[in-house]
């Protein structure tokens, strides 16, 4: 067998197959022989069918079936052969097939690059610090609080952060639009939800007033065929409402686990589940900041059919997570949501070839132990823990999850004891809530 290899890019590959033909009508010819010994044809007796005969009849049947055997067979030769590692599914093109002479075929397929890292000393890496005070605790309880406060009705004109209930119609071009009609919406003045003016143009409003707005859809809008059109909405004012905030008192502590102790009990919960968050959110950022640190250390060509792969999965998280919400996924267009997810699926690619090969070379694995450990520690603010951690030891994939998750700390803590870490002080908020901006105008 004759193998070449042509290189076509850093890492495309077109590789030419030519097989000798004693090897295809060897065992053609084996499998015709055995063929002979059962098969029934007119005239003859079981066995007795002359090879000629079953030759004529059967041989480009068996001559297409080895070739095919054939070419798989001598494509995963030629890769061993060549030292190359495959990505994908080859593009195989037949060149000959001919009986008498032989087989060749040129495959084009993408390689695993091959990875070199830099030093891990060379890196810089800043460790986050968090010191939990008392006013992020104030600040947790208030969060408590507003997730579980009430609305009260009242009668005056509408202002920032009160909840209106409405009905409202929109139109463009004086047509009713799919999704422009809602009854008894709830919609809090401030929070964004709605298109820029639409909030805005509510304030001031009293409980049975009837309002017109005439807006315009974002251009970027997610809804294309919305976008940057002019659009008309009625709106009829139903209630207007104030937020309650619950007491603190035993009858809210009791949500939290919090059965005796009052307030003191319920503040050290609180203290306690934000430490374990902290904990876990320190290794979050630490991690982050080691991987980003290794991917900007090291240059690396990325199979496309991996980026590929790797935004398939990421547009079926999102799609998972907005149809969890209550979204409607089909009001993404697939163009741009590849754009969106190309450059952090490169990004994660990379750092899977880059951690891989580290992991492998450290011989770095992850320990039963702090596995249990971990998932201990997840289930540890569920009042049921126990259940929590035979739920994840059920189900060998989600195990899996956390496995991986103990394999990249223990990876990380051997490039930390190899690298420069500067310590950072940063507060709790800002760890908790990293990036944090203002939000978007949503549907």
């Known amino acids: ?53 079953v030759q004529r009849r059967f041989g480009p049947r068996v001559r297409e079936e080895v070739l095919s055997e054939v070419l798989r067979a001598s494509f995963s030769e030629a890769m061993t052969q060549e030292d190359l590692r495959l990505v994908g599914e080859p593009a195989i093109e037949p060149q000959s097939m001919e009986p008498g002479s032989g087989m060749s075929y040129t495959a084009t397929f993408e390689v695993y690059p091959t990875v070199v890292l830099e030093p891990i000393e060379k890196l810089t890496i800043e460790r986050p610090v968090c010191e939990i005070v008392d006013a992020d605790i104030e600040q947790m309880i208030e969060t408590l609080r507003e997730q579980h406060k009430t609305w009260q009705a009242v009668d005056r004109e509408s202002t920032g952060g009160d909840q209106l209930t409405i009905d409202f119609t929109g139109k463009i071009d004086g047509e009713v639009f799919e999704g422009g009609e809602a009854t008894d919406f709830e919609l809090v003045l401030g929070a964004g939800h709605m298109i820029d003016g639409f909030e805005d143009g509510l304030i001031g409003q009293r409980v049975d007033t009837e309002t017109q707005l005439n807006l315009t859809f974002p251009p970027n809008y997610q809804a294309e065929h919305l976008a940057g059109k002019a659009v008309q909405f009625d709106v009829k004012i139903k209630q207007v409402a104030v937020p309650v905030l619950p007491a603190l008192d035993d009858e809210f502590f009791k949500k ?42 090291n240059d690396l060509s990325v199979p496309r059919a991996l980026v590929e792969s790797e935004i398939q999965r990421m547009q079926q998280q999102a799609v998972q997570s907005m149809l969890q919400r209550g979204g409607n996924p089909g009001e993404f267009d697939p163009a741009t949501m590849n754009t969106m997810f190309e450059e952090p699926a490169q990004k994660r690619v990379k750092l899977g070839l880059l951690m ?48 991986a998750m103990c394999l990249e700390d223990e990876a990380v803590t051997w490039i930390a004891e190899r690298a420069e870490v500067n310590e950072v002080n940063i507060s709790f908020d800002d760890l908790m809530n990293p990036g944090q901006t203002d939000r978007q105008p949503e549907a």
């Open 256 to 297: 939290f686990g919090v059965e005796s102790g009052g307030e003191a009990a319920f503040r050290t919960e609180v203290s306690e589940n934000m430490a374990r968050e902290r904990e876990r959110a320190l290794q979050r950022r630490f991690n982050a900041g080691v991987l980003d640190a290794v991917a900007a250390a």
């Open 1 to 53: 067998m004759q193998v070449s290899v042509e290189q076509s890019g850093d890492l495309q590959r077109k590789m030419t197959v030519e097989v000798p033909e004693d090897r295809i009508a060897g065992q053609v010819k084996d499998r015709l022989r055995e063929l002979g010994k059962t098969v029934k044809v007119d005239g003859f007796r079981p066995g007795k069918v002359p090879f000629s005969v």
């Open 356 to 403: 891989a090969e580290m992991i492998k070379n450290a011989e770095i694995t992850a320990d039963p132990a702090k596995v249990r450990g971990l998932v201990e520690s997840m289930a540890a603010s569920y009042e049921d823990s126990a259940a929590v951690v035979k739920w994840y030891y059920d189900d060998p994939q989600r195990l899996n999850e956390i496995e």
